[in-house]
């Protein structure tokens, strides 16, 4: 089988509408409070260096995806090993993602419908992007990325006649102290939870930089993801936004121009809801290929429904409730993701250094 190839454009939109997906609506960093616009600057140069150590893997083995290059630089056992703690954060992230939209739907339009109904939603649509392959979701999202751009910018400019900016005062007034822990909880989420695009950046075409990819798609991201923020706080001020769900959301519903432009937070919902969906398929595509990696399957596609029911299935006992939920993912999760996405990859680059600069040295 033809081996799958996206271009750098694709690549950078895949993985910018990746970063956005469900902090649109769930957001991180709240103990920033009103510094969220510091936190999220600082957050973007630390995870710049992050993404480094990852274009740098992707860089010394062209071609490549993570799992090939686990095998080369640790062989079948060790390999296998950490290949199956990439494959379950994957799993995990994508069981996660799913239950953040799965709650977000049930909440602000259908409490009373099962969380399995959307939970079983979202990975039907995943399973047939999979299955299409990687190059349909890279031209889905060639064309829907442009919309979100502009549904952001519009919103915004909607959103100034509500704007006030004493909302942003005072200025660091609890220290830098909840700045850089909330600095770190946007590092982890989003955009370090791009670790697991090294399984994707195989599939770039010959003369794409994934230096390239990483940066533009963090500068793309962080900046959509910064307008967003500050814009919550402009508009429903610290307090309100604190004990909000869905922040972003909530900013939204409030909008009115006259009598004929209201209840636009639904178009809203619809864009977001797609930036997930595009998070989810990334993730059971990373996952599908692992496992087709693991067990010699020559073809991933086949295992896109199993592997996304499980995940599926998975997304509803992860959490008890939205609450639990919530609580995790301000708490738990930075901790929990760190290992797979600093630990590790910090690892693989250490040895891919060492074995590319011997193997150097032996041809010389």
Same mark, same amino acid.
């Given at each position: 089988?033809?081996?799958?190839?996206?271009?750098?454009?694709?690549?950078?939109?895949?993985?910018?509408?990746?970063?956005?997906?469900?902090?649109?609506?769930?957001?991180?960093?709240?103990?920033?409070?009103?510094?969220?616009?510091?936190?999220?600057?600082?957050?973007?140069? /630390?995870?710049?260096? =992050?993404?480094? %150590?990852? *274009?740098? $893997?992707?860089? #010394?083995?062209?071609?490549?995806? &993570?799992?090939?290059?686990?095998?080369?630089?640790?062989?079948?056992?060790?390999?296998?090993?950490?290949?199956?703690?990439?494959?379950?954060?994957?799993?995990?992230?994508?069981?996660?993602?799913?239950?953040?939209?799965?709650?977000?739907?049930?909440?602000?339009?259908?409490?009373?419908?099962?969380?399995?109904?959307?939970?079983?939603?979202? /990975?039907?649509?995943? =399973?047939?992007? %999979?299955? *299409?392959? $990687?190059?349909? #979701?890279?031209?889905?999202?060639? &064309?829907?990325?442009?919309?979100?751009?502009?549904?952001?910018?519009?919103?915004?400019?909607?959103?100034?006649?509500?704007?006030?900016?004493?909302?942003?005062?005072?200025?660091?007034?609890?220290?830098?102290?909840?700045?850089?822990?909330?600095?770190?909880?946007?590092?982890?989420?989003?955009?370090?939870?791009?670790?697991?695009?090294?399984?994707?950046?195989?599939?770039?075409?010959?003369?794409?930089?994934?230096?390239?990819?990483?940066?533009?798609?963090?500068? &793309?991201?962080?900046?959509?993801?910064?307008?967003?923020?500050?814009?919550?706080?402009?508009?429903?001020?610290?307090?309100?936004?604190?004990?909000?769900?869905?922040?972003?959301?909530?900013?939204?519903?409030?909008?009115?121009?006259?009598?004929?432009?209201?209840?636009?937070?639904?178009?809203?919902?619809?864009?977001?809801?797609?930036?997930?969906?595009?998070?989810?398929?990334?993730?059971?595509?990373?996952?599908?290929?692992?496992?087709?990696?693991?067990?010699? &399957?020559?073809?991933?596609?086949?295992?896109?429904?199993?592997?996304?029911?499980?995940?599926?299935?998975?997304?509803?006992?992860?959490?008890?409730?939205?609450?639990?939920?919530?609580?995790?993912?301000?708490?738990?999760?930075?901790?929990?993701?760190?290992?797979?996405?600093?630990?590790?990859?910090?690892?693989?680059?250490?040895?891919?250094?060492?074995?590319?600069?011997?193997?150097?040295?032996?041809?010389?």
């Amino acid at each position: 089988m033809e081996k799958e190839a996206i271009s750098q454009k694709q690549a950078i939109i895949i993985m910018s509408s990746f970063i956005i997906g469900s902090y649109a609506i769930m957001g991180s960093g709240i103990h920033a409070r009103q510094d969220i616009w510091i936190a999220t600057i600082i957050a973007i140069v /630390v995870a710049s260096l =992050i993404i480094t %150590v990852y *274009g740098r $893997i992707s860089s #010394l083995f062209p071609g490549k995806n &993570i799992y090939e290059i686990l095998d080369l630089l640790f062989g079948k056992v060790f390999g296998r090993i950490l290949l199956l703690s990439f494959i379950f954060y994957a799993f995990s992230l994508g069981a996660l993602v799913i239950r953040n939209f799965s709650e977000f739907v049930r909440i602000v339009s259908l409490p009373e419908t099962p969380l399995c109904i959307f939970a079983f939603s979202a /990975v039907v649509i995943n =399973i047939f992007a %999979v299955r *299409g392959g $990687i190059e349909l #979701l890279g031209r889905f999202l060639s &064309i829907f990325f442009p919309v979100y751009i502009i549904m952001i910018a519009v919103v915004t400019i909607l959103s100034i006649p509500l704007f006030n900016f004493d909302n942003l005062k005072p200025v660091l007034y609890n220290g830098m102290k909840p700045v850089l822990a909330a600095s770190f909880n946007i590092v982890t989420f989003p955009f370090a939870e791009v670790v697991v695009f090294l399984c994707l950046m195989g599939n770039l075409r010959k003369n794409s930089s994934a230096y390239k990819v990483y940066y533009s798609s963090l500068f &793309i991201s962080g900046t959509l993801l910064a307008i967003v923020a500050v814009r919550s706080i402009l508009v429903l001020g610290l307090p309100s936004k604190m004990i909000q769900n869905f922040p972003t959301y909530a900013s939204t519903r409030i909008i009115r121009i006259g009598s004929f432009l209201q209840r636009i937070e639904a178009s809203v919902a619809i864009v977001f809801m797609l930036s997930g969906l595009s998070k989810t398929t990334v993730c059971l595509y990373t996952l599908t290929k692992g496992l087709a990696h693991l067990f010699n &399957i020559k073809e991933y596609r086949k295992l896109a429904a199993p592997t996304g029911i499980i995940m599926a299935l998975y997304s509803l006992i992860i959490h008890e409730d939205a609450a639990t939920m919530f609580e995790w993912a301000s708490k738990i999760y930075s901790y929990y993701a760190i290992m797979h996405q600093i630990i590790l990859p910090a690892i693989v680059w250490i040895v891919a250094e060492v074995k590319t600069r011997i193997s150097s040295k032996i041809l010389q």
